[in-house]
């Protein structure tokens, strides 16, 4: 499986920014799909994932109603649409993909061992 993120940037708070993942051969159809970020000097975090038929969608607190997660089918792509960025969500954001994954385990980042490479997304004024 083969995941490669882009689509980041620098842009001002209130601005918006959408994030792709190009996703290789039965990953689109068969995994679930996730965005995590790390921001300098913390822990990776759970941003939002989506299921493999694309019928169920799940978020972080912090990024909820703000950040939508979809699957563009035709591009084979994994996008997030993030809207109202704040400096807090400075971070690399890195695409995800695992099979067989539970509910409880859904905003675990060991629950998915297929990575993409990550990218950077700074929100300054």
């Known amino acids: 499986v083969q995941l490669r993120a882009s689509g980041g940037g620098l842009v001002h708070p209130g601005d918006s920014l959408r994030l792709s993942c190009a996703v290789s051969g039965r990953a689109f159809s068969t995994y679930t799909m996730g965005w995590f970020r790390q921001a300098p000097g913390k822990e990776r975090e759970f941003v939002a994932s989506?299921?493999?038929?694309?019928?169920?969608?799940y978020y972080g607190d912090s990024v909820k109603v703000r950040f939508t997660i979809s699957k563009a089918s035709a591009k084979n792509t994994l996008d997030l649409q993030m809207n109202s960025l704040k400096p807090e969500d400075t971070a690399v954001y890195y695409c995800a993909a695992g099979s067989g994954i539970i509910l409880s385990a859904i905003k675990t980042e060991t629950a998915y061992p297929y990575w993409g490479q990550g990218t950077q997304v700074t929100v300054s004024s």
């Open positions: 989506i299921r493999r038929n694309g019928g169920s969608t």
